[in-house]
């Protein structure tokens, strides 16, 4: 028989004293007791730990009969016996204190008696009223650590001023004036804390893994866009091949058409010369015939019959010289080949210029002119929810003010509290320009992480202070750099403009400051490296008068 079937679902025994609650669950008559005297008698309402059926008002309890005379049943076939060992403390459980011999696991903890209990030690906290107002927990293996060493009490407060855990003794000796609060509150605004740090990383991780994804975009658009231009190149390169090959291949065919016109015509004259020579050679030999012969009559006779015959009309015209057949050709082709160099190699250059533009686009050099820098003009607007609550956003919130007026901003965990700053909406990667037109006693532009502390008055809360942020201070004498907690005084010798303009290669780590004015001049050039996407910030001076705003070009 399986002994799951009747255990409390609260103790995970079985059942002791077996009482049946209104929705048909069955419960060891403590374990039920004691779930509805914690939390559910606060509330008023009693719910069943398993269906969750509300029940009002507390239930009377009953001891269920015939399933005690069960559990009795089952107690004589050793089931019992099998229960309990699964209800024995092992390494991993906290072990009842007051067991002796072999101990039973733990199912509370007592604050006050600092002891761990097994549910039968546990009954007199159930049943002595005096033991009732005892704070019971979850089993511990640490309630030693909760004890002053120096009182034995329970350390039930928390010193804010030495951060650490002390006992109500405490407060009236070693941390008498100090500030302190309940543990138990402490807890819940560090709780608070720990859920907006958490938020914040949760918000960054979301960030960047979708610059992640941005990153990725941009790797596949690359190789994308090259494979094309390989593949194209390819093709063009091959086209051009083809195109060079059949010229070639039409050229020697032209070359050996022509050289067979041309021997066919010299092999005519040639043959035709050959039988006119053939011709020759027999009229010599009847010449030489007739020259032997010595019958006066019979000479004269052949001889007139021999020069009657038609003599041949040829005369030699050919003059054997070097001849230029098909050199022109060549220098043609030689021409024509010097022609395609000069093409290949001006075409080549500006195919390189244009691969090394691609490179620029990725990590450049910074622009030389104003005109380079606003191609990478970006549009900044300010995030209310950061800013201090003295400060004034207006021109669509491109625009800060220091006031005398509290903004009554609500409450929020990015808001500076202390420090009169305020941060931009917008999360800054890439090559990013932005110009900020100010006016007043002193002001701050800043770029900063957004993690940056944003309570108290400290160096970590500050522009330019800690390793979350760098900032130019601009005042209308001087500039004053703040990176890295240190602080550079910078001699410029023009004067101090009223737009100050700022170039940032987050990529090349580069953070540059420019004097904009008729003209644009380096006040600084911070190179760095940038673990995280920046966000623009401004810190301004407490005077009415003082202002910054971003610039919105047309």
Known sequence: ???????????????????????????????????????????????????????????????????????????????????????????EDVACDVCTGRKMKAVKSCLVCLVSYC???????????????????????????????????????????????????????????????????????????????????QQRIQDQEKDVKLLQQEVEAINGSADTAVEDNEKIFTDLIHQIQKRSSDVKQQIRSQQETKVSRVKELQEKLEQEITELKRKDAELEKLSNTEDLYQF?????????????????????????????????????????????????????????????????????TRGGFLKYMCKITLDPNTANRYLELSEGKRKVSMTNENQCYPDHADRFTRRWQVLSKQRLSGRCYWEVEWSGKKIEVAVAYRDIERTGDTDESAFGLNNNSWALCCTPTKYTFYGKKQKFDIA?????????GVYLDHKAGILSFYNVSETMRNILKA??????????GIWLSRSTETTAEFIKLK
Request: glycine letters at 4%; charged letters at 25%.
């Open 1 to 91: 028989m399986d002994s799951v079937k009747f255990s409390c679902s609260i103790c995970l025994d079985l059942l002791k004293y077996p009482v049946t609650i209104p929705c048909g669950h069955n419960y060891c008559t403590n374990c039920i007791g004691g779930f509805w005297d914690g939390k559910e008698k606060d509330k008023g309402i009693y719910s069943c730990p398993q269906c969750r059926q509300t029940f009002t008002p507390r239930p009377v309890l009953v001891k269920n009969t015939m399933l005690a005379e069960l559990m009795e049943d089952l107690k004589k076939t050793g089931l019992q016996a099998a229960a309990a060992d699964h209800c024995y403390a092992g390494p």
């Open 119 to 201: 549910e039968n030690h546990l009954q007199p906290h159930y049943d002595v009223s005096g033991l009732k107002k005892h704070k019971l927990v979850d089993p511990s293996k640490k309630l030693e650590e909760i004890i002053c060493s120096l009182h034995d009490e329970v350390m039930k407060i928390f010193c804010r001023t030495d951060q650490q855990c002390i006992c109500y003794l405490c407060t009236m000796d070693e941390h008498k004036g100090h500030e302190t609060v309940r543990a138990a509150a402490e807890r819940t605004e560090k709780q608070k804390e720990l859920q907006e740090r958490r938020q914040q990383i």
């Open 300 to 368: 004269l006779q052949n001889y007139l019959s021999l020069s009657a015959r038609s003599e041949s009309t040829h005369s030699s015209s050919i003059n054997i010289r070097p001849l230029r057949y098909f050199e022109d050709v060549t220098a043609a082709v030689s021409e024509l080949r010097e022609k395609l160099q000069g093409i290949l190699r001006d075409t080549g250059t500006n195919i390189s210029v244009a691969i090394k533009e691609v490179e620029v686009l990725l990590s450049g050099p910074e622009p030389k």
């Open 492 to 500: 410029f010798k023009s004067p101090v403009s009223s737009r100050v």
């Open 527 to 536: 190179t760095t490296s940038f673990t995280e996407p920046l966000h623009v």
